[in-house]
Each structure stands twice: as structure tokens, then as C-alpha cells.
């Protein structure tokens, strides 16, 4: 078959073309590939012919003349766009983009405001953020998601349950607020850390699990201490343990993903940070530079900075919010680095 948009052949299981990236729109259902007697059926499954490329966002094999993913939809010239620095936009999909995961699709459906249109198989499942739920099938199951450390979750301000959604049938999710929605797929025996409050749906085979950031710092006014996380006080691991599986993030603004060498370090603002591979190691970094007398003392000219190690992948947001208690007199912190210019 033919792309109807820039004309250049695709196979007939692909969801996206090869050449520009375009989702292909089919009126009848693609027919399963013909298996003659001389030819074996493992034939079907075999990479394609030719040199071969890796799908940096989703792991599949595809060719390397292919310049977008015909399984993800993201692109595969990232090389290309990638910035002196070393930072690379998300992976751009089209609108209607259409990811698979098990035998069940998830289609981002919009621009500024996506929302992810999922069509859940009777065997597959997922679960999120109950103020995500934008619109349901009835005939989709919904059932709650105890979380462990029910106390501690509720001292952070983080939610106390997930919501489980159990097909067949669509339902729908969208954040009430501008951005990208961050498709992140997982591979078996991989993981992810994610910052709090960015989750918005992972599927049934993702395993769930939370963490202890170990970021703070304690300032003093008057008489009184207050104990600031920068990055929250907890961060959420979300592992594929034996298949693949899909996380959907929402971040405001643009996202940007860099991947760090062993031991490279990068400072980035602490409410910028969206996501990190759970090899890349962070603590706070202090700088201040040299402006002479002040009469408020040396805490109004600083910059405070989180430092993370690589090796792994970290991705930031262009949006942030300003860090509360930077500015202030800090008596005790986690541990940090500091430098004076």
C-alpha cells in the first residue's frame, strides 16, 4: 500500500509512514499477512531487509531509511535536531497519533491541550490519576488501586489511591492545563522516575512504586523553620518488570530529553525536571556570586541548582514554577555542592 499523503510505500501492518510521518487511514481492516507452503511463518515477524535503525523512544527494529517510526510515530532523525548542547524535543508526533501497546491502542488526539483516546482490549488495563478521567464507555470497569504508605502519601499532598480502568471499551484522558502529553514506553526490565504530580495513565503491566528524593533544604524566620523540598518530597518509579508497557506524562510547555555519559553532570532548575532514568543521581548545588556588601546578607544573592549525574536520560520542561524558599536564610540542607563566582 501507499502513503495517501507523500505517496511513498509502507507495509500493511504499519500505523504511521516511513517518509513523513503521516498516521495511515485504513477503511477496512488490514488483512494478516499471507503465508505460503515453501516459506516458513517466522518469516512474517523478520526485521526489515537492508541497513536497520533503533527506535530511540519505543526499541523497535525499523529501516534506516525510514525517517519516522511506523510503531510509535516518532521520529527517527533525532541526530538531526538535536542541539549543541546536547538537548532533543520530544520525539514530534502528529496529531492523531496512534500508539499500540498489548492488543489495545492509544490514540493523542490534539495539540495544545492533547487528550489520549484509548480503546482498551478485554485482556488489557490501565490506571491513573482519578482528576484525569476526561470521558468513558459504560461498560468499562472502574475499581480503585490501593497505594502502600497511605500516611506518608497523605503528608506530601500526594494521592492516596490510583483509579483502574479494565476494557473493553474507550475512555478517554486529558490534564486541564496547556502542554505535551509525554508518551514514555518502558521496556521489560526497565524504569523510569518520574517528578510528583506529572503522572496521568500507565498500563495494567507497569508496576508502580515510590520513593524518598532525600532533596531538601531548611530555612529560618524569626523563630521558626520550615523544610522545602525542591523536587517534592517523594518521586514515583514506575518499572516494567516482564512485557512492555506505556506511561503517559503531562508537562507544561515544551519538553526537552538529553542523555548523559557516566559521570557527566548538568545543572538543571529542581520544578523543571520532568523525568530521569533511575541510574542518574542528584543532590542540591549551590552558587553565589560576589556583589559586594549586602545588608540582607549573602542568601539574597544565590542561585540554587539541582545536579544530576549521568549516566541516563533526563528530560525538563520549558514551564516551571518558581522555587519557593530560594532566597532565604537556609540553616541545614541534603547533600550539596557550591561554588562562588
Not at 20 to 31: I, N
Not at 140 to 163: D, E, H, S, V
Not at 172 to 178: E, G, I, L, M, V
Given at each position: 500500500m501507499f502513503c495517501t499523503s507523500c505517496g511513498s510505500q509502507i507495509q500493511d501492518t504499519a500505523a504511521?509512514?516511513?517518509?513523513?510521518?503521516?498516521?495511515?487511514?485504513?477503511?477496512?481492516?488490514?488483512?494478516?499477512?499471507?503465508?505460503?507452503?515453501?516459506?516458513?511463518?517466522?518469516?512474517?515477524?523478520?526485521?526489515?531487509?537492508?541497513p536497520q535503525a533503533t527506535c530511540e523512544w519505543c526499541g523497535a527494529i525499523v529501516s534506516a531509511t525510514q525517517n519516522s517510526c511506523p510503531r510509535c510515530g516518532a521520529t527517527l532523525n533525532a541526530k538531526t535536531i538535536t542541539t549543541e548542547?546536547?538537548?532533543?524535543?520530544?520525539?514530534?508526533?502528529?496529531?492523531?497519533?496512534?500508539?499500540?501497546?498489548g492488543d489495545s491502542f492509544c490514540q493523542i488526539e490534539g495539540i495544545y491541550v492533547p487528550v489520549?483516546?484509548?480503546?482498551l482490549a478485554l485482556a488489557d488495563s490501565v490506571y491513573f490519576a482519578h482528576h484525569v478521567l476526561l470521558w468513558k464507555d459504560p461498560q468499562?470497569?472502574?475499581?480503585?488501586?490501593?497505594?502502600?504508605?497511605?500516611?506518608?502519601?497523605?503528608?506530601?499532598?500526594?494521592?492516596?489511591?490510583?483509579?483502574?480502568?479494565?476494557?473493553?471499551?474507550?475512555?478517554?484522558?486529558?490534564?486541564?492545563?496547556?502542554?505535551?502529553?509525554?508518551?514514555?514506553?518502558?521496556?521489560p526490565g526497565q524504569a523510569v522516575d518520574v517528578r510528583e504530580h506529572l503522572f496521568m495513565v500507565a498500563t495494567g503491566n507497569?508496576?508502580?512504586?515510590?520513593?524518598?528524593?532525600?532533596i531538601w533544604f531548611s530555612t529560618r524566620s524569626g523563630?521558626?523553620?520550615?523544610?522545602?523540598?525542591?523536587?517534592?518530597?517523594?518521586?514515583?518509579?514506575?518499572?516494567?518488570?516482564?512485557?512492555?508497557?506505556l506511561l503517559l506524562l503531562h508537562a507544561a510547555g515544551n519538553v526537552f530529553v538529553r542523555e548523559l555519559s557516566a559521570n557527566q553532570p548538568i545543572l538543571v532548575k529542581p520544578t523543571s525536571l520532568i523525568f530521569k532514568d533511575p541510574s542518574?543521581?542528584?543532590?542540591?548545588?549551590?552558587?553565589?556570586?560576589?556583589?559586594?556588601?549586602?545588608?540582607?546578607?549573602?542568601?539574597?544573592?544565590?542561585y540554587m541548582w539541582l545536579r544530576l549525574f549521568g549516566p541516563g536520560r533526563?528530560?525538563?520542561?520549558?514551564?516551571?514554577?518558581?522555587?519557593?524558599?530560594?532566597?532565604?536564610?537556609?540553616?541545614?540542607?541534603?547533600?550539596a555542592t557550591e561554588r562562588s563566582w
Open positions: 504511521f509512514c516511513g517518509a513523513c510521518g503521516t498516521r495511515v487511514k485504513r477503511s477496512d481492516p488490514v488483512p494478516p499477512p499471507t503465508i505460503t507452503t515453501h516459506q516458513p511463518p517466522a518469516t512474517v515477524h523478520q526485521p526489515p531487509r537492508g548542547s546536547g538537548w532533543a524535543k520530544l520525539p514530534g508526533r502528529k496529531d492523531m497519533a496512534k500508539l499500540q501497546f489520549a483516546d484509548m480503546n468499562i470497569n472502574i475499581t480503585t488501586m490501593p497505594l502502600a504508605g497511605a500516611w506518608k502519601r497523605m503528608f506530601a499532598g500526594l494521592p492516596l489511591i490510583m483509579t483502574q480502568a479494565q476494557g473493553p471499551g474507550h475512555i478517554a484522558f486529558s490534564r486541564d492545563a496547556p502542554g505535551e502529553m509525554v508518551a514514555l514506553p518502558i521496556q507497569v508496576a508502580y512504586d515510590w520513593f524518598s528524593t532525600n523563630n521558626e523553620n520550615e523544610t522545602h523540598y525542591p523536587v517534592g518530597m517523594f518521586m514515583d518509579r514506575f518499572t516494567a518488570p516482564q512485557s512492555p508497557g542518574v543521581t542528584m543532590q542540591l548545588h549551590f552558587e553565589r556570586p560576589n556583589v559586594g556588601f549586602s545588608m540582607w546578607g549573602s542568601w539574597d544573592n544565590r533526563v528530560a525538563v520542561q520549558s514551564v516551571f514554577e518558581p522555587l519557593e524558599g530560594e532566597n532565604l536564610a537556609i540553616n541545614s540542607c541534603s547533600s
